[in-house]
């Protein structure tokens, strides 16, 4: 079964302007949660999304917002991108369960470096 | 929540045996132990969980404590790729755990 992908690999981008990230989850799974990961805060959780609705957000600002369509397939888009948004984003998908807590499957990340 | 903790770094040899605890004193009834691990520039990777029992699978094992306030990850045969950080964390059954979150987790460096 093939794992998680995300495209694009590493972007560059410049203040002010957008991004869209990409990830293709784990056939079979229904669940993706998006984080980010930087050397000073770690692994941040951003939003999770399950039947393309967003089940569960963390704690940063609206700039960040994402989708999932009925394939599961989710993006995530940064707005009026700022420096501190260069990091490491992470997609995972899992299988959904009411109770006990799945695994989740990493993808390899996208790096994203604003300028 | 539940907090863990592990040493921040361990060393190993090439083929040998690789043994990383953690320590979950505060350790709930409804918690699981989950161990993921990341090597460098890459997304976190899945190793294995428990909940009372000793479990193996094709990575790893994982020893559990019969009071289940520390479990233990076995890397039966380090090899080079098993350099990486690994972080233990508890995932709680009761409460629609739905994100992780790590800690500074157990750098492994593996000697060749």
């Known amino acids: 079964k093939a794992g998680v992908t995300q495209t694009p690999r590493y972007l560059i981008k410049t203040r002010g302007q957008q991004v869209t990230l990409s990830c293709s989850p784990i056939?079979?799974?229904?669940?993706v949660s998006w984080y980010q990961q930087t050397p000073g805060q770690g692994l941040q959780f951003l939003f999770e999304?399950?039947?393309?609705?967003?089940?569960n957000k963390g704690n940063f600002p609206g700039r960040f917002s994402g989708r999932q369509f009925s394939n599961s397939r989710s993006e995530m888009n940064v707005s009026t991108l700022e420096l501190g948004d260069s990091a490491l984003y992470l997609c995972a998908s899992t299988r959904w369960s009411s109770g006990k807590p799945l695994p989740q499957y990493f993808g390899p990340g996208t790096r994203l470096t604003v300028l | 929540d539940a907090k863990t903790t592990q040493p921040n770094s361990m060393e190993s040899n090439e083929e040998e045996p690789v043994h990383l605890p953690c320590n979950h004193s505060t350790i709930s009834g409804t918690d699981y132990i989950h161990w993921y691990r990341q090597l460098p520039s890459q997304g976190p990777e899945y190793v294995i969980h428990g909940l009372t029992s000793n479990v193996n699978n094709r990575m790893a094992s994982l020893a559990i404590a019969e009071d289940r306030k520390s479990s233990t990850l076995i890397l039966h045969r380090a090899t080079l790729r098993d350099a990486a950080v690994y972080y233990c964390i508890l995932r709680d059954s009761k409460a629609n755990d739905y994100k992780l979150s790590f800690g500074a987790g157990t750098t492994v460096t593996v000697r060749a």
């Open positions: 999304y399950f039947s393309e609705t967003q089940r």
């Open positions: 056939s079979g799974h229904r669940s």
